[in-house]
């Protein structure tokens, strides 16, 4: 019944933790579109894809006890830390859900290491995967012209996004 919800508390405890709310958002999409079995449905929004039901499965999860939210004020904005707690290892347990695949670990770290602004772009590429290279790119700079990303952060995050799918394809 809570199957999707143990995926959620699986994916932050295999990340020893995630601090962002859009870099959780970020995360989860493309591991999803990396066809790890997510199935929170997303919506294009001003910082990327955004699942209202993944925040609504986070704030459920921390009121029940199975993450911590952590906030962080940041002086001109507050950050969010999420934890798997014991209680969310032992429902896990309880929820019957395997554990997270080599694969799925190998690319939860890659992309803890990366920057939120970098995994907006990536989501943001992979929302626009069905158009050509260069279509995606000329999206990515209509939606996202404030942030000017730039040709090699661009060329960069092709290279992450092809990484990735390489090490699930090996694992």
Known sequence: MLEEHAKIVQFIGAADGITGRKKLQKMVYIAKKLQFPYKEKY????????????TLRVEELCNMGFLQEERQDKGSYVQYKYQMTDAGEHFM???QVPEASPALKICIEQMKEKSSRFLELVSTLLYFEN?????QIEKVHVVKGKLNYT????????SFV???MNEKAIH
């Open 43 to 54: 919506d294009f929004h001003i910082y990327g894809p955004y699942s209202e039901e993944l």
């Open 93 to 95: 347990e309880m929820a």
């Open 131 to 135: 158009f050509p290279k260069e279509e």
């Open 151 to 158: 040709e090699e952060e661009i060329e960069e995050a092709f």
């Open 162 to 164: 092809m990484n990735l």
